[in-house]
């Protein structure tokens, strides 16, 4: 049997209630499963790359080692136009 900690569970919880929130948000603007697949990733980027943690006093990307920095909205925008335009 897997041990979770409750920090873990209380970020699983806010991170089930953000999506949640998307459930009820997205289909009022949008009818499109894509929108809102993209909706949400751009949430997790948020969650992950830009937002300081309180517990962690950093970014989850940043505890985990991915990047060294702590990232800007300008970063992941940057990230998204490379993106388009390498599947172009």
């Given at each position: 049997?897997?041990?979770?900690?409750?920090?873990?569970?209380?970020?699983?919880?806010?991170?089930?209630?953000?999506?949640?929130?998307?459930?009820?948000?997205?289909?009022?603007?949008?009818?499109?499963?894509?929108?809102?697949?993209?909706?949400v990733a751009l949430n997790m980027m948020y969650?992950?790359?830009?937002?300081?943690?309180?517990?962690?006093?950093m970014t989850p990307a940043m505890a985990v080692?991915?990047?060294?920095?702590?990232?800007?909205?300008?970063?992941?925008?940057?990230?998204?136009?490379?993106?388009?335009?390498?599947?172009?």
């Open positions: 049997m897997i041990s979770l900690g409750i920090p873990k569970l209380v970020r699983f919880a806010k991170i089930r209630r953000q999506i949640a929130v998307y459930g009820i948000i997205i289909p009022a603007f949008s009818k499109k499963v894509e929108n809102h697949a993209h909706a969650y992950n790359f830009v937002r300081i943690h309180k517990t962690l006093r080692g991915v990047t060294k920095r702590l990232w800007e909205m300008s970063d992941i925008v940057e990230v998204l136009e490379a993106w388009e335009t390498a599947s172009v």
